[in-house]
């Protein structure tokens, strides 16, 4: 079964026919109800990031699943990172050696949240015969696109509590409306690291720089992150990079 359905939303998996770069390309479709809310891989305050298992699918090397960019919600405690409406989860497929990727199955976990929230799950089935190259093509496009090199650089505060994010041009220079519309920024790390809502604390030319607080690590003794994946936002503008250092306080 491809799709799953309740009163608070609706999954659909679905696959397209041709492989990109020897990748299979897929998608997890979400339609959530009026009011109903999901998230992105770092929630906010509160909520649960969907997760999608790809380990019963037959013949895959690698897999990676990417979100499009996610919008704010709430305040203080009920701050959330994430979706209302219809989201799409951009999955990419690398298969092993000499084989092919028939089936692909999926265990999908997320919570959805309105005045409560509840845990979903569902196991989701597509074959390879039930291509829908339209709907996992529009999920892709909908991501966020490359940040040109040099868009962004992150330091640590002092003590460790907070980063420093410049983002520099052209990525703080958006086109036609989004020229006018507020920046925002997201900020992800490895397992264990989580961050508050940043302000915008200073802005000069085309640089724009943020304070992101760090409300929590993992545990194991480091102040800071190595490495950050980033998501900046202005109007409908959204751009991404991944693992990029964070310089030690000086």
């Known amino acids: 079964m491809s799709r799953f359905h309740n009163d608070e939303v609706t999954l659909q998996l679905v696959r397209a026919k041709t492989p990109v770069d020897g990748a299979v390309h897929a998608a997890l479709l979400v339609d959530l109800a009026p ?10 305050a509160s909520g649960i990031p969907p997760t999608i298992d790809l380990s019963k699918t037959d013949g895959v090397e690698t897999s990676r699943i990417r979100f499009p960019a996610p ?15 219809k989201a799409a ?6 298969p092993k050696s000499g084989t092919m990727i028939d089936a692909i199955d999926a265990s999908i976990f997320m919570g959805v949240c309105k005045e409560i929230c509840i845990p979903v799950s ?13 709907a ?3 999920a892709f496009a909908a991501l966020p696109k490359p940040a040109p090199a040099g868009s962004f650089a992150v ?7 907070a980063l420093r994010i410049a983002v520099k041009a052209p990525a703080a220079k958006a086109d036609g409306a989004a020229r006018d519309a507020a920046p925002d920024l997201f900020v992800t790390a490895t397992d264990g690291w989580f961050f508050d809502k940043p302000t915008k604390s200073a802005a ?7 304070n992101v607080p760090i409300v929590e690590d993992p545990g194991t003794g480091a102040k800071i992150p190595s490495k950050v994946d980033l998501v ?19």
Do not use: C
Request: hydrophobic share 40%.
């Open 204 to 210: 000069n030319g085309d640089t724009v720089v943020f």
């Open 155 to 161: 330091s640590a505060e002092a003590g460790g509590k």
């Open 122 to 134: 569902a196991k989701l089935t597509v074959p390879a015969s039930a291509a829908d190259d339209s």
């Open 71 to 85: 919008h704010r919600y709430g305040a203080n405690e009920t701050a959330a990172n994430g979706y209302k409406g």
């Open 35 to 44: 009011g109903w809310k999901t998230y992105w891989i770092d929630p906010g």
């Open 232 to 250: 900046f936002t202005k109007g409908k503008t959204a751009l991404e990079a991944t693992a990029i250092p964070v310089a030690p306080e000086s």
């Open 136 to 138: 996992v093509a529009a």
């Open 89 to 94: 989860l951009a999955i990419a497929l690398t």
